[in-house]
Nanobody, 116 residues
Framework: QVQLVESGGGLVQPGGSLRLSCAAS????????MSWYRQVPGKERELVAT????????NFADSVKGRFTISRDDGKSTVYLQMNNLKPEDTAVYYC?????????WGQGTQVTVSS
């Protein structure tokens, strides 16, 4: 079955960096668009970044453009989110997502806290 396992979250000071990883299994990873979302309590889940197959196209939310990058390693079935110049408003639980056979799959999430 489809499994997505995020890692790499933690506590970081404003201006710092983190790299999130999402290890995927149970589907043909290399042909799928992969996405990162984030959510804070009381708010809807927000799309942060997407990357298409073969890394042809990447897209980012306006709030993270120029600070975050998304990449993938098809050999490891892993997608990454490199987050630089982090701000307190980036604090959230970050989720990996894939749509496979018409259904959205999510990982368990990883907490990112940006605070001094």
């Amino acid at each position: 079955q489809v499994q997505l396992v995020e890692s790499g979250g933690g506590l970081v000071q404003p201006g710092g960096s983190l790299r999130l990883s999402c290890a995927a299994s149970g589907f043909m990873f290399s042909v799928k668009t992969m996405s990162w979302y984030r959510q804070v309590p009381g708010k809807e889940r927000e799309l942060v970044a997407t990357i298409t197959s073969m890394s042809l196209t990447t897209n980012f939310a306006d709030s993270v453009k120029g600070r975050f990058t998304i990449s993938r390693d098809d050999g490891k079935s892993t997608v990454y989110l490199q987050m630089n110049n982090l701000k307190p408003e980036d604090t959230a639980v970050y989720y990996c997502n894939v749509r496979n056979r018409g259904y959205d799959y999510w990982g368990q999430g990883t907490q990112v806290t940006v605070s001094s």
